[in-house]
Nanobody, 115 residues
Framework: QVQLVESGGGLVQAGGSLRLSCATS????????MGWYRQAPGKRRELVAS???????NFADSVKGRFTISRDNAKNTLYLQMNSLKPEDTAVYYC?????????WGQGTQVTVSS
């Protein structure tokens, strides 16, 4: 089992920044991919960014150039730095971890961007 706990969400004005954190614990050695997803009201959950165990990074087109994803292996923590935030970035953001045959999710953290 892997436990994921997100933090760092909140209310910010358009153009502002936030940094989300995802603390991981449990059987983390089998994780081969971690990422951030988001879900806005009435919309499907979508991938925002991911990072593999080899360091390969992938971003959604809508956040390229504004968001960065990183991890601190010593702290077992995944980060999402979000800059130049837009109202359309408003959503619940979820941390995700994948290992062979398993898919783990955090409880989500709300990000609200006001115009």
């Amino acid at each position: 089992q892997v436990q994921l706990v997100e933090s760092g969400g909140g209310l910010v004005q358009a153009g502002g920044s936030l940094r989300l954190s995802c603390a991981t614990s449990g059987s983390i050695f089998g994780i081969n991919l971690m990422g951030w997803y988001r879900q806005a009201p009435g919309k499907r959950r979508e991938l925002v960014a991911s990072i593999s165990s080899s360091g390969r990074i992938n971003f959604a087109d809508s956040v390229k150039g504004r968001f960065t994803i990183s991890r601190d292996n010593a702290k077992n923590t995944l980060y999402l730095q979000m800059n130049s935030l837009k109202p359309e970035d408003t959503a619940v953001y979820y941390c995700n971890a994948k290992s062979t045959g398993y898919d783990y999710w955090g409880q989500g953290t709300q990000v609200t961007v006001s115009s």
